[in-house]
């Protein structure tokens, strides 16, 4: 059973840059395939970038494509997201899930993830 712990987030400013952390605990990290989703308030939790267990494959929503670029180390127990050119929108308490999985998709719907961090905040001012 995976444990994750988000960190990184904050207050920025429109078009300014911020990286979440995720780390993870467990000894079979490499098996999990891991996402990113995002919660405004009064809104459902949405996704934002999913990885496979290599690093090998990505996606993301068409709202942050180009914007943000998920990563992980498998070495460290943690995946990332790059976040940059900030806009209000971006403003939502931001969730890392994982999915323990022997293949190599990547996972879109928060249905498929049974493992989530508390969440961090995310705050992009104007």
């Known amino acids: 059973q995976a444990q994750l712990v988000e960190s990184g987030g904050g207050l920025v400013q429109v078009g300014g840059s911020l990286r979440l952390s995720c780390a993870a605990s467990g000894r079979t990290f490499t098996r999990y395939a891991l996402g990113w989703f995002r919660q405004a308030p009064g809104k459902e939790r949405e996704f934002v970038a999913a990885i496979n267990w290599s690093g090998g494959s990505d996606t993301y929503s068409n709202s942050v494509k180009d914007r943000f670029t998920i990563s992980r180390d498998n070495a460290k127990n943690t995946v990332y997201l790059q976040m940059s050119s900030l806009k209000p929108e971006d403003t939502a308490v931001y969730y890392c899930?994982?999915?323990?999985?022997?293949?190599?998709?990547?996972?879109?719907?928060?249905?498929?993830?049974?493992?989530w961090g508390q969440g961090t905040q995310v705050t992009v001012s104007s």
């Open positions: 899930a994982a999915k323990s999985t022997p293949f190599g998709g990547v996972y879109v719907s928060r249905n498929e993830y049974p493992y």
